[in-house]
């Protein structure tokens, strides 16, 4: 019913920046929130940063002050502004959509890495 893809993903020395963009397609007047994760190789999805309506984005730890979600409505795109980029910020980035059924609806992913 909704459907997502990411791109702006690539290859980018330490301390660059990339802005990778999530489209959505479908029945999005039906979506709550939006959320970026990444997952490297061997570890964990890690749940990255969300945005919604009515409140203020939050981030992880691991990104705040460096990352930066946003969304343009007319566009049904959000977007991930992401600086001063570190080697174990390499991983593949998600976004998901959390829907008012209660479903989850993930993209296909786009790969960022991050050289020394």
């Known amino acids: 019913q909704v459907r997502l893809v990411e791109s702006g993903g690539g290859l980018v020395q330490a301390g660059g920046s990339l802005r990778l963009s999530c489209a959505a397609s479908?029945?999005?007047?039906?979506?709550?929130?939006i959320g970026w994760y990444r997952q490297a190789p061997g570890k964990q999805r890690e749940l990255l940063t969300t945005?919604?309506?009515?409140?203020?984005?939050n981030y992880a730890d691991s990104v705040k002050g460096r990352f930066t979600i946003s969304r343009d409505n007319a566009k049904n795109t959000v977007y991930l502004q992401m600086n001063s980029l570190k080697p174990e910020d390499t991983a593949v980035y998600y976004c998901?959509?959390?829907?008012?059924?209660?479903?989850?609806?993930w993209g296909q992913g786009t790969q960022v890495t991050v050289s020394s």
């Open positions: 998901n959509a959390l829907v008012r059924s209660g479903s989850y609806y």
């Open positions: 945005i919604s309506s009515g409140g203020a984005p």
């Open positions: 479908g029945s999005t007047f039906s979506i709550d929130a």
